[in-house]
Structures are given as C-alpha cells and as structure tokens.
C-alpha cells in the first residue's frame, strides 16, 4: 500500500471515529441514526387487555424483519409515578436500541389519572397503592399474552423499571422470579416489611447519591406525602444485600469505576445469580446518560481542542471520558439482560 494510500485509510478510520463520537454525543448510534433516514425503525402499538374488571394497556415496539420463525428477547419497562408507557419509551429511547440490537419492548402502563399513573409496589405508590391494583396479576396476564402474540423467547423475558417503576421490578422478581431471566430498577427502592427474595434473580440496581425522591441511603424522601409510602425504603446498600444473599454471592465485591460510577459486582454466585450496584455520585431521581462538560475541556489547560479533533485518543493518550460523567443506563441495562 502507498503512502498517499495509507494516509486515505487513516482519514477515512478518523472520519468513522468522529461520526460515531458525534452520535454518541446525540444519544444516538449509528444504526438508529440509519433507521430514521432510511425508515428501518419498528413500529410501537398499543395493546389492550382484560384483567379482572379493569382494561389495562402497554405499548409495544416490535423491530422490523422479525418474522423469520425465531423466538427474541423481551424487555418489559415500567414508567415511574405519574408518566406513562410513552414517556418511558421516550425517556429510555429502548425502542432505538431495540431496533439496532433486536429485541421486543413492552411499555405497560400504570393505573388512575391519565396524568399520574402508577403502580402498586406493596409499599408505594399513590392511586395504584390505595386502591390495592392488582399490579401482580397484570403483569402475569400480559407476560402470557405477549408471549402468545409476539415471537418472544419465554426465557428471556427482562423487567426493568424507573422509580416506582423500579419498586414494582423488585416485587415482581420476589413473587415470581421464574418469569424473568434478570432485572434492573433504576432509583427504585424495596421496604424493611416487604417479603425478600428467595431464589436466585440476575439483578441490576442504578442509583444517584443526591436522589431526593428515593433516598440512596434509604428514608421516606421528598413527595412521600403525594407518593403514600406507607414506610421508608432501605438504602441501596440493603436491597442488594438481600439479593446478594437469596443469589448465594461472595460477600466481598468486584469494585470498578467508568466516568464518576463505581461498579460493584457480586459474581461467581450460585446458579445463575448476578447482583450489581451502579453508584452514580451526585446523581438525582433520574433516568441516566452520559452528560459532556464541554466548560471542561475548553479549561484544560494541556489540550488543544482542534488537536483532539484531528486526533483519535489513541493517538493523544487522552481519554475522551475524562470530560464526561454519568452512564448510558440504557445500553448499560441490555449488556447486562444480555448475559443472562
């Protein structure tokens, strides 16, 4: 190969590099971006179910081209108190992700208000809580439902959850855990009275330390008087403990970082438990992703800025995350399903 040869593949890697650091940035990928111009997106619909007396709903977003015989995996998203399916398709953006690494999502949809639905977790909250919903019940029935409609892997049938959303994931791996290959609640919480585990559940927990809503370190938090927590919540620290004793794990864990998050793992557990902790420090009661501080890089006084665009990092030996923070929660929460 030439000279001038080599010095075009170069660019040309450095052009890629670029345009999926620019996605990146957007909270896109490449393969999203593509779907949008290229209409390969799936579509999202509304499915409609009889439980008991009540008429409950979950929009579903099936990718396109899934019609082969094969069987795929499902994530099942729970909104938080007072949003909805929409807005936690919205917020996550799983339908993107879904058409890019091929999954089915379902976004169930809480009960009470239009404007402030929620689900009974046992201990929270709101309308589902002091009406007693039969939130259990519903999930069952749309989990047999899904699975009769759509091609979905039985066993690989994932729930993850925001909030209170994230309390009712907790709930539903105690009361069935054979229905569910793993879990992630994201600033979700469990209660010092709820039933614990008691088989072996993969389990993911997200949390920020400055959660005002639903405290990292356990408590009633802001808007318990709205929510009608009936208690307050354990901290992080003794929810996962609790699982990281029902999944038989080492007591000592593995301890990483990425950005500002520290990573705790509790693997090489008995079956097939998997229990980790995402810290994220100063995090809210947020859905995360990963924010850039340009203010940052425009302050450092060793980088040149046009010289880290005309450079990979490789090249510099400076690493992009340095000016960044947070975590993808949502491609984070995959890799995790996806393992299990």
């Not at 019609?67 to 993107?96: C, K, Q, Y």
């Not at 259990?136 to 699975?147: K, P, Q, T, Y």
Request: contains cysteine; negative net charge.
């Amino acid at each position: 190969m030439s000279m001038a040869q080599t010095a075009s593949c170069r660019r040309t890697a450095l052009l890629h590099r670029r345009i999926k650091r620019l996605a990146g940035t957007l909270g896109l990928t490449l393969a999203a971006l593509a779907g949008s111009v290229w209409g390969l997106r799936g579509q999202t619909e509304t499915l409609l179910l009889s439980v008991g007396d009540a008429q409950r709903t979950a929009l579903v977003h099936v990718p396109t081209d899934l019609d082969d015989g094969s069987r795929w995996p499902l994530v099942v998203a729970f909104h938080g108190s007072a949003l909805n399916g929409r807005i936690m398709e919205e917020m996550t953006r799983f339908s993107a992700l879904a058409d890019e690494e091929r999954f089915i999502v379902a976004y169930p949809n809480g009960s009470g208000p239009a404007n402030a639905l929620s689900w009974n977790a046992g201990y929270c909250c709101s309308f589902a809580l002091e009406r007693n919903a039969d939130d259990l019940g519903f999930v069952r029935a749309l989990l047999d439902e899904l699975i009769a409609t759509y091609p979905v892997d039985p066993q690989r049938v994932y729930a993850t959850g925001f909030s209170n959303g994230g309390m009712l994931v907790y709930a539903l791996a105690v009361e069935m855990p054979d229905r569910f290959a793993a879990i992630a609640s994201v600033a979700g919480a469990m209660y010092p009275s709820q039933e614990g585990p008691t088989a072996p559940v993969p389990v993911l927990a997200i949390h920020g330390t400055d959660d005002q809503i639903v405290p990292y370190d356990g408590g009633v938090g802001l808007l318990a008087g709205i929510s009608g927590k009936t208690e307050p919540s354990l901290s992080c620290s003794e929810t996962i403990a609790l699982w990281v004793e029902a999944s038989g794990c080492p007591a000592e864990p593995t301890v990483s970082r990425e950005r500002d998050a520290r990573i705790e793992t509790y693997d090489a557990c008995e079956g097939r438990g998997e229990v980790t902790l995402i810290t994220l420090v100063d995090g809210g009661h947020e859905w995360p992703s990963i924010r850039r501080d340009d203010s940052a890089l425009l302050l450092a006084e060793t980088v040149s800025i046009l010289g880290l665009l005309e450079q990979d990092q490789t090249e510099t030996g400076i690493p992009w995350d340095v000016f960044e923070s947070g975590i993808d929660a949502t491609r984070t929460i995959w890799a995790f399903f996806n393992r299990h």
